[in-house]
């Protein structure tokens, strides 16, 4: 294999490869047998026309694209192999000029694993939030979602909407001396009662039934705070999808026994305040290791391409856009409801990606160093509960999760060397005002 490592800078290696001349030619034949039937010449029927004369009347660069991509990317793997190079992400590749009969040269720049320096391990200085008390506060809030999330849902198919039911509908809004919608929202869910709307809306709807279809207009005052609808006259087009009602249940004895599967309220305000004291910890033990890993990062030495954190940071905005579709949202929705603007949320992203991918290479280090191990007792445990966590069988999970064995027992080395930092770190508790 003719390749060269030119050098390898802040974790990007630089290197060329050559092509031999015939491998290149023969590439170019395949790509010729592709592409002969997309052109015509007078008397050769269609695909049959030679080569030479398709390259002389079309030019001899017609046939290069495809021949460069069934050749360049086995010549790069194996340029990669020989230069034992490890790459961790997308190479930029520039194909040199191109001579009939003449060898092809190859450059190419590709982010590497970073040869990570490991700082200092032990005894490193954190200090932490105070884990807050369990409130009868925290309690009560935390049983008013339980009730919510238990909520009796009475589906009305042809019964009249009455106040308290929950109306879904679609509805296009349209304004005097426009002649486009300023509005429009699908399966929009309005509680009647709730006041939330224009005045005068929720009134049209009280004795709808599902399928009813109406116009609605509203006329706003002129001091109206958005100021295309200030004064003006609106038309809204509503189409009635379901009526509900909801009945939030009562907090009693039945409520506990039926929901939790306990003898009464008392125990289960007992078992809610035991639940939240394990999340408070699960959280304290969180932050410490979110704490003493980035305290590690600034101690070591490494560099980890631009591009790689994009990588990362992109997939991170697909997932969490996927997540937020399955549950009937979107992104938009979300910053509308957070009250913040893309260039933020990528730029958390941007952060998150950074920190993931630097305490990666800190921990394949640290593991290597330490030689964190996990037993088949641990990883089949390991395996199980990833295997529940999205939502498959946790039998045969070894079988049915394939690669996904390899992450999970790298997870499991990278707990006991987290949990290594966090036992050999200087951990201070700071006092903390708690949130009102």
Known sequence: MNATLEKTENSEAYFDFVIEAEKFEKSIEKSYKKNAKNYNIPGFREGSAPRAMLES??????????????????????????????????????????????????KVRVPVKPEVILGKLEGLEITVPKINEVTEKDIEKYLQALRSKNKIVIVKPTEPAALGDTVTFDYKCTVEDSDSDIDSQEDFKLVLGSDILFPGFEDKLLGVKKGDKLNIEISFPKEYQVPQLAGKKALFKVLVKKI???????????????????????????????????????????????????????????FVPESVIMEQAHMMLEQFSNELASQGGSVEQYLQMTNSNLAILKKQMWEDAKFLTKSRYIFEKLIEEKGFEANEEELNYGLESFATSIGMDKENARENLGPLVEKVLFDLKADKAAQYLMDHAVISIAEEERAK
């Open 57 to 106: 009347k079309f030019g001899p660069e017609i046939f290069l694209a495809d021949a460069i991509d069934f050749v360049v990317p086995d010549e790069y793997y194996a340029a990669i192999k020989h230069l034992e190079l490890k790459p961790i992400g997308e190479p930029d590749i520039e194909v040199g000029y191109i001579l009939k009969g003449e060898p092809v040269n190859v």
């Open 244 to 302: 509900e009602n909801i009945q939030i249940r009562e907090l009693n004895d039945q409520f506990a026994q039926e929901i939790a599967n306990l003898n009464n309220l008392e125990e289960l305000r007992l078992e809610t305040k035991k639940k939240l004291l394990e999340m408070a910890y699960q959280r304290s033990s969180n932050t410490q290791k979110q704490a003493v890993i980035k305290k590690l990062m600034d101690t070591c030495v490494f």
